[in-house]
């Protein structure tokens, strides 16, 4: 007999296993029943919607005026040149959302994705095929990469190409492939309770823990509007009877400042997870948080001006103790 309850079971365990190569598992329970499925397909169509990753978007060659001419010297014709240059899957080295990469080659070559690696762009796939070009032949171009979500078809980025320059369909997820499944489990004599298991796959652009933490990040924003116009209370951490009136702000999440993803993935591994923390900090601090890059750092500052905590400014001595109790190792 099911035993009368006032809320739901929540999940208490969680693991996390490497599978392969940019390959993981993630397994997670027990759910109520029910609960499992409810949460897994649309986590499963954020991973595959929302997950930023990088692509051409625009194409150049010397000599060709569109996407069915050829190259005098090259064995691929143009559309079969652009069908390979869609499957080299580029990452932006620096913050930039996007760059324009020149390439000049001369024959008699096989180029690869490797050969197109440079201080601006890493090549995930080296080993995928570009062209062959022959002897006395060269092959000089331009492709602009840009940072996206989702697929953009040709059509959509025609107005934003510069003269000269092709259009290609941009297809940026960096996530190939997600599945989930989920599993009746035994809890407390009861074998109702669900667990759910992930299988994440990426093309290298981004590693499949990071792209899971990306799609919960957005989930948890999309349905922050609840919170907002709804005035519903979501708890915090331990609130206790010493607290000054600029505890709640502090007690902030970092995932509810609207941060851009790759912002929020260098606070969120620094293990900085509430406003307060970040307000403790100054200038040197922030600036060597791991891998934290210029535009992050002064989307960090920008923030804390706007909430009226700049960096470095002087604070409170009862917030300062405040924060150093909740904070402070």
């Known amino acids: 007999m099911k035993s009368i309850k006032t809320s739901p079971h929540t999940p208490t365990s969680i693991k996390v296993e490497e599978t392969g190569n940019n390959s993981i598992q993630i397994s997670a329970y027990p759910f109520e029943a029910g609960y499992a499925i409810t949460l897994a397909h649309p986590l499963r169509r954020l991973l595959l919607g929302s997950s930023v990753g990088f692509a051409p978007i625009a194409l150049h060659i010397d000599g060709v005026s569109h996407e069915f001419d050829s190259v005098r010297g090259m064995v691929e014709d143009v559309s079969h040149f652009i069908v390979n240059l869609k499957s080299i899957r580029f990452k932006i080295k620096d913050d930039s959302e996007f760059v324009s990469v020149d390439y000049s080659f001369k024959g008699p070559k096989a180029i690869s994705g490797a050969d197109l690696s440079n201080d601006l762009v890493e090549i995930v796939t080296p080993d995928m095929h570009l062209a062959t070009i022959n002897d006395d032949a060269s092959l000089n171009f331009s492709i602009i990469i ?12 025609r107005h934003d190409v510069a003269e000269g320059f092709m259009p290609l369909d941009a ?19 009861d ?9 994440i796959q990426t093309d290298g652009q981004i590693d499949p823990l990071t792209a899971f933490k990306n799609a919960l990040n957005v989930m948890h924003k999309q349905m922050s509007i609840f919170n907002t116009e709804l005035s519903i209370e979501i708890p915090s951490i331990a609130s206790s009877n010493d607290e000054i009136p ?15 993803a790759r912002c929020f993935n260098c606070l969120d591994r620094s293990g900085i997870k509430y406003l307060g923390e970040l307000v403790l900090l100054d200038e040197e601090q922030i600036k060597n948080i791991k891998n934290l890059g210029k535009k992050s750092l002064d989307e960090i500052t920008a923030k804390l001006e706007e909430l009226g905590y700049p960096v470095d400014k ?16």
């Open 146 to 157: 840009r940072k996206g979500i989702g697929y953009v078809p040709s059509e959509e980025i």
């Open 314 to 329: 002087e604070i409170s001595k009862d917030l300062l103790a405040f924060l150093k109790k909740k904070f402070s190792n």
């Open 246 to 260: 600029e505890s709640k702000i502090m007690l902030q999440t970092i995932e509810s400042l609207n941060f851009s």
């Open 171 to 189: 297809y940026f997820t960096p996530v190939t492939n997600v599945t989930y499944v989920t599993e009746n489990i035994l809890l407390e004599d």
């Open 191 to 199: 074998p109702n309770y669900e667990k759910v298991i992930f299988n």
